[in-house]
């Protein structure tokens, strides 16, 4: 496991304008798509809510950088390419300076993956073609997502910025437990007497940036906390909780607010309370999550000297091996994958055993970024589902004072548990594509290039 590239932004000059700009755009898919987050086929049937793609663009002296947050269960790297490449040729923003985003909705478009491949095939082999893509998302999406990173970029004005955390304990919950019968499960479920206790720590930290125009007006808050979107269920798309907080937001600061979200590592970690019965609903979640968030915007700092650089890394890892006997059984087991035929951690392994066929290769680089906004402020952006305890490393490990960690960032390799996850076994190890270790390395190169960011400024 090794760092392939690290890249620094030319630095500016803290005498430069700090500039932002944002733009919104809209990406729900036609009706009747399939619809992602379970391992079945799951097909559209309305629009709860709209998905959208939020572009949040800074730019100081030479330097030039965009995040984008998407109501998507993940970002497919077919699209993030697609995307940047076309934010890059319209923007002149470097590549490497664009984070694509999911908020891992499971309310959204199932467009790629091994799941969309099997159901994709399957339709066009019955039917001819497939009734349920008249559109290819993947680029009609990319479009989309670069349409909002110029229109962000074109609106750029000076800000003013503020930061700080606040804690939120009462909605988050690490989802797996050991057992009485030994071992560590996930879900459980609720009131379960087996439990013995919970195998890992949540996150209650709430990351708030917010953005202010030259006078002091606010204009849009990136919150970033550690908590699975899958509160909805049901067949209408839907942005899940974040929809819940960007109304609260704007209710409170006016209708072109723009409340961003980044899903802090939330990899086990989910709405459920073992110890109670029922669960709290999206508009509940979201409810409590913007009081907490507008809190924290009351007692945020200013930022005094912002300093824009960003640096990337691509950390080389190895991915899971299989023989192609367990291939073709995975192959003949994707069959039964929607079915209650096979036992579901059968399923699982099936699907990450055809996962892993798509990537052609026996290593993955795993992308990390980090954007310094000041010499206390910064973001690191990593991919896939991230177990929590390694953003609370990377935090702890950080030179600043505020880090802010957002997973599911410009590809989606699956879960990546901890190495002591790994050993502990359970959903998240079996549908994970990379070996262990692998969460571990993104930690350390993470913390390298905070520091490096930190010496610079």
């Not at 709405?271 to 029922?278: Q, S, W």
């Not at 906004?373 to 991919?383: F, G, M, Q, R, W």
């Amino acid at each position: 496991m090794t760092a392939l590239v690290c890249l620094a932004s030319c630095p500016c000059s803290a005498t430069d304008d700090f500039l932002s700009g944002t733009a919104v755009v809209d990406i729900t898919p036609p009706g009747g798509y399939r619809m992602s987050g379970y391992f079945m086929e799951r097909l559209n049937t309305g629009v709860r809510d709209p998905l959208k793609a939020k572009a949040l663009v800074f730019s100081q002296g030479k330097v030039r950088a965009a995040l984008v947050f998407c109501d998507l269960i993940g970002i497919g790297p077919g699209l993030s390419r697609a995307a940047r490449t076309k934010i890059t040729a319209k923007t002149g923003i470097p590549l490497e300076n664009i984070a694509i985003a999911a908020t891992h909705s499971h309310t959204g478009p199932l467009y790629f993956g091994a799941l969309r491949e099997h159901f994709h095939k399957g339709a066009v082999a019955s039917k001819g073609k497939d009734p349920h893509e008249d559109l290819d998302y993947s680029v009609w999406a990319a479009g989309k997502i670069a349409e909002a990173v110029i229109e962000a970029a074109r609106t750029a004005a000076p800000v003013r910025i503020r930061h700080g955390v606040a804690s939120e304990g009462r909605l988050s919950f690490n989802r797996r437990f050991h057992m009485k019968e030994g071992g560590v499960r996930f879900n459980p479920g609720q009131l379960n007497p087996a439990i013995v206790r919970t195998a890992g720590p949540i996150d209650p930290a709430v990351g708030i940036i917010e953005f202010l125009s030259a006078g002091g007006t606010p204009r849009a808050s990136l919150a970033v906390f550690a908590l699975h979107l899958d509160t909805v269920g049901g067949t209408e798309y839907s942005a899940d909780y974040p929809r819940y907080l960007s109304d609260e937001l704007r209710g409170a600061f006016g209708k072109e607010y723009t409340s961003f979200f980044g899903a802090g590592t939330c990899g086990d970690i989910n709405h459920i309370d073992v110890t109670v019965k029922g669960r709290r609903s999206a508009g509940e979640i979201g409810k409590l999550l913007a009081g907490t968030v507008r809190g924290g915007i009351e007692k945020l700092a200013a930022v005094k000297r912002p300093s824009l650089a960003v640096r990337r890394a691509e950390v080389e890892v190895p991915l899971q091996r299989y023989s192609k006997e367990e291939i073709e059984k995975a192959r003949r087991d994707m069959e039964l994958v929607g079915s209650n035929k096979l036992p579901f951690l059968h399923r699982v392994k099936a699907y990450k055993i055809m996962a892993l066929q798509l990537r052609k290769s026996e290593t993955i680089s795993l992308e990390v970024q980090a954007f310094r906004l000041s010499p206390e402020l910064a973001i690191v952006t990593l991919p896939g589902e991230v177990f929590v305890e390694l953003g609370l490393a990377i935090k702890k490990g950080s030179p600043f004072s505020n880090t802010l960690v957002v997973e599911l960032v410009n590809d989606a390799p699956g879960y990546i548990p901890t190495r002591k996850a790994f050993t502990e076994g359970s959903y998240e190890t079996v549908n994970s594509r990379v070996r262990t270790g692998g969460g571990e390395t993104m930690v350390e190169t993470a913390i390298g290039l905070l520091k490096a960011l930190k010496k610079d400024g």
